[in-house]
């Protein structure tokens, strides 16, 4: 079967949206697919992976333009070309599926309102490119062409269902992988001592690791606020980009503890990071899952996660008391993070077996099946 995926930006390099954009378009082909990509930017080569590559006519236009130009016009340069079926990782309107791996974009502009100012808040919400964002996804969950929507989570397809009407037996769960030739156990001491080392602290310290972009979403500022209230001096490394880092920056010395608060911005070994800490803390305000969750769980370290994140819903019954209820509260983070530093080594090897059955190749043979069934 010819299937179009369809995806604003196309990076395989990438992260996030790209990187399972990617996984996916891998996972179709390798099950006998034809699979065209059609992007309206796009860095890879055509054909990429055998796959042909059809870069739309909107990459020179404005951000709102492009975000329209896509939405209305990219299923349908799929379904002109002969595609017996359309799966977009992106906003479009009158796709045969949909893949939500951020949540609704209407959810995401009303958590903002959290974390950003009043005038903020308002500039984007009068903003022409989140109007017709909200505009072309509404469209596109309630066209009468929608025959499935594959949520990340069951937090978004919980959303999606009451947001939008979707009849519940359209919307069905797929959570990401991880990669566990990547994320595992480090094999002895060496490698937590050398990113002490690294660091600059000492080998004993307790390590916390946040990972992400966009950190005020993440929980980023309220997890610092947590650090003067933790005993047994550990310390915290962000590794992840951010235009407003120098907030963060002047949040730590401002709490004094901008001696025990590392900020590493773009990491290519995360992997080795995830390995060396002791805890993986991610108390997002709104996360429609959170890979980081897995990959720590892969690596057998406990993970720090809020209620609103979706990837707590695969974590372990022993880790469900460690779960932040109220991610806007920096005391309630530093009482489930000193209890999860001082949690029993076993929790690891309880971790790592939860991670385990979240294989990519699990992943594919799960959105095969569901592509297939939305075919019939």
Request: hydrophobic share 45%; glycine share 8%; proline share 6%.
């Amino acid at each position: 079967m010819r299937i179009a995926m369809l995806i604003r930006r196309f990076n395989p390099a990438g992260g996030g949206t790209e990187r399972d954009f990617a996984a996916a378009a891998d996972c179709l082909s390798q099950a006998g697919h034809d699979v065209r990509i059609y992007a309206a930017r796009c860095t890879a080569t055509t054909p990429w992976h055998g796959m042909a590559v059809r870069r739309l006519p909107f990459a020179g236009l404005t951000r709102s333009l492009e975000a329209i130009g896509f939405g209305l016009l990219a299923a349908r340069f799929a379904r002109r070309d002969g595609s017996g079926l359309t799966l977009s990782f992106g906003r479009s309107v009158d796709s045969d599926l949909i893949r939500c791996e951020g949540g609704a974009h209407a959810a995401y502009l009303a958590a903002a309102r959290q974390w950003e100012s009043r005038a903020a808040s308002a500039a984007r919400a009068m903003s022409p490119y989140h109007i017709a964002q909200c505009r072309i996804e509404a469209a596109g969950f309630r066209s009468p062409k929608l025959r499935m929507v594959l949520a990340i989570s069951r937090l978004v397809g919980d959303d999606l269902e009451r947001r939008f009407a979707i009849p519940r037996c359209k919307i069905h769960t797929l959570y990401n992988g991880v990669d566990h030739q990547r994320f595992k156990p480090a094999p002895d001491a060496r490698l937590r001592a050398e990113v002490r080392r690294h660091l600059g602290i000492d080998p004993s310290s307790p390590l916390v690791l946040f990972v992400g972009s966009g950190y005020a979403r993440k929980g980023a500022g309220q997890l610092i606020q947590a650090w003067p209230m933790l005993r047994g001096n550990p310390h915290l490394a962000v590794a992840g980009e951010d235009r407003a880092v120098g907030f963060y920056r002047r949040m730590a010395r401002r709490l004094r503890v901008d001696d025990r608060v590392a900020f590493l911005g773009r990491r290519n070994d995360i992997a080795q990071l995830v390995a060396a800490a002791d805890v993986v803390a991610l108390p997002s305000l709104f996360e429609a899952f959170g890979n980081v969750v897995l990959e720590g769980m892969a690596a057998g370290k406990p993970v720090l996660t809020s209620a609103r994140c979706g990837a707590a819903e695969v974590l372990p019954p022993p880790m469900q008391p460690y779960i932040v209820q109220d991610p806007m509260n920096p005391a309630e983070i530093a009482q489930r993070l000193q209890a999860l530093l001082a949690a029993p080594a076993e929790l690891g090897a309880i971790l790592r077996a939860a991670a385990q059955p979240f294989t990519w190749q699990r992943y594919g043979a799960r959105l095969v099946e569901l592509i297939e069934r939305a075919a019939r």
